[in-house]
Every structure is written in structure tokens, then in C-alpha cells.
């Protein structure tokens, strides 16, 4: 598995570059007029990645929110996947640009992200943040690591929690037994990461697409962190939503939401 994080590693890294050329060099309203970045972006890890490395028919790119079309009128060389449960095989999941609102507001919290799946099973991810040049990185079974440091979620604290619930009826409904307060920063993948680090102690999406989940999902697990579907589904693949906490705070959510 290593030499495929490597080869994402550096495919990152080269986004990175042009990343960083442009929200270094403009303002927010010029930000505000890259309005296809994303797919460039997109375009040019994978062909970084094709480079890079000889892909078979056990490797495939997808899902992504972005327009596959336009993106095999240039890769042809690359098969693609629409579901990471889609046959055998490797299935790489890139986000070229988590999240797009931060980036065009020179708010540096947004990220790279890419997971690799094999048989449906999430094996290694990595999360890059461009601006400040910060990596975490994940692989199945052996971790996970924010710069060279093993990260491990050792929180048991009983007092206030500090949360992200993207839905207020379920925030609504557990009101009476949160005792604490909601921080939202934007990225995804970046709230996974703190929430595998210890600084959130609850995460709740009853609405995620696996493009923004799934390279922190192996991370928060890799860490210590239980990560189920909001009705306790241990393959969010299928149901699109995530729960994610220490255990006590999590059955003590899933058994009033689940």
C-alpha cells in the first residue's frame, strides 16, 4: 500500500502548487471567479497519479463530485469506478479541493483529500492542507499519523462537549443530553481530523457524500474513534451518513437517534 500513498502523496503535492499560486497571488474576488478549479484540480492528480504510476484494470478513479465526462475526454487511460463497492479491485476517491467556500473567502482551512479502497474496503488516506503544508495519513491496521506523530484520541472528559451536528432537528433532539457547544469550520475533513484528535467529541452528517467522509473515516477509526452510519451502519458506502464519537458518547447518541 505504500507506494500507492506515496504516488497520492506526490499527486497532492502537485496540486498543492497551483493551489497555493493562486490564493496567494488574489483576492477574494478573484477567488470568486475560479468557478471550474475543482475539475482542473481533479484533472491534474490524475494524470499526476497516471504518471506516476501503471495503472490495470484493479485500479479505478472515482466517485468525485466532479464531471466524469469531462474528465475521461482527457484521462483515457484510466478506468473509473462510481461506487467504491463496485467489483474488485482498487478504487482511488479524490477531493481536489475541501472546502471551496474557505478557499474563495482566504480562509485556509480547506484541504486535499484522497482514499484508496480495495474490494470495497477503505485500505489507506491521506489529508493535505496546501497552505500550511500540514499531512495526516492513514493506513488500514497500522494507524494513523499528523506529521510524523501517531495520532491517538485519548479523550475521556465528562465536561462540555464541543460538537458539529449538520441537521438541527437531530441537534434539536438531543439538546437535553449535550452538554456543550457547536463549532462548524467548513471543511469535512478537517472536523475529522479533530475529531480524531480529540478537539470535537461528536460528528454528526445524516447527509455526506463519500468524496468528503472517506479519507477522514479511516483516520477517526485509526485514531480510536468509533465511526458508524447515524443508525449504527459500520459501511457508510451504503446509507451516506456518519456518526462519529468516542464509545461512550456514541451509544449514548445512537441509542436516542438510531
Not at 490564493?23 to 471550474?36: A, E, F, P
Not at 497552505?131 to 472528559?157: C, M, S
Amino acid at each position: 500500500m505504500q507506494p500507492r500513498l506515496n504516488i497520492a502523496l506526490k499527486a497532492c503535492r502537485s496540486a498543492a502548487e497551483i493551489i497555493n499560486n493562486i490564493y496567494k497571488s488574489k483576492n477574494q474576488d478573484d477567488l470568486r471567479s475560479y468557478d471550474h478549479l475543482d475539475l482542473l484540480l481533479y484533472i491534474h492528480m490524475i494524470e499526476s497519479i497516471g504518471e506516476s504510476y501503471p495503472f490495470n484494470e484493479n485500479d479505478s478513479l472515482g466517485p468525485t463530485n466532479i464531471d466524469i465526462s469531462e474528465v475521461k475526454k482527457k484521462v483515457s487511460n484510466i478506468k473509473y469506478s462510481s461506487n467504491v463497492n463496485d467489483g474488485t479491485g482498487y478504487v482511488w476517491v479524490i477531493n481536489p479541493l475541501d472546502c471551496y467556500e474557505n478557499f474563495v473567502n482566504k480562509i485556509p482551512l480547506f484541504n486535499i483529500t484522497i482514499s484508496i479502497f480495495l474490494n470495497g474496503v477503505i485500505q489507506a488516506s491521506l489529508i493535505y492542507n496546501p497552505v500550511e503544508d500540514q499531512l495526516v495519513t492513514a493506513v488500514k491496521g497500522e494507524g494513523a499519523v499528523y506529521e510524523n506523530k501517531k495520532i491517538r484520541n485519548t479523550n475521556i472528559k465528562n465536561e462540555k462537549i464541543l460538537y458539529v451536528i449538520n441537521d438541527n432537528k437531530i441537534k434539536l433532539n438531543l439538546e437535553h443530553m449535550l452538554d456543550g457547544n457547536q463549532r462548524f469550520f467548513g471543511s469535512k475533513s478537517l472536523e475529522l481530523i479533530y475529531m480524531a484528535e480529540g478537539k470535537l467529541d461528536l460528528l454528526i452528517y445524516p447527509k455526506i457524500e463519500i468524496w468528503d467522509y472517506a479519507a477522514g473515516l479511516l483516520i477517526c477509526r485509526e485514531s480510536g474513534v468509533l465511526v458508524t452510519g447515524i443508525n449504527g451502519e459500520n459501511d457508510i458506502s451504503k446509507c451516506n451518513s456518519l456518526l462519529a464519537a468516542k464509545e461512550l458518547i456514541h451509544k449514548k447518541v445512537l441509542s436516542k437517534i438510531g
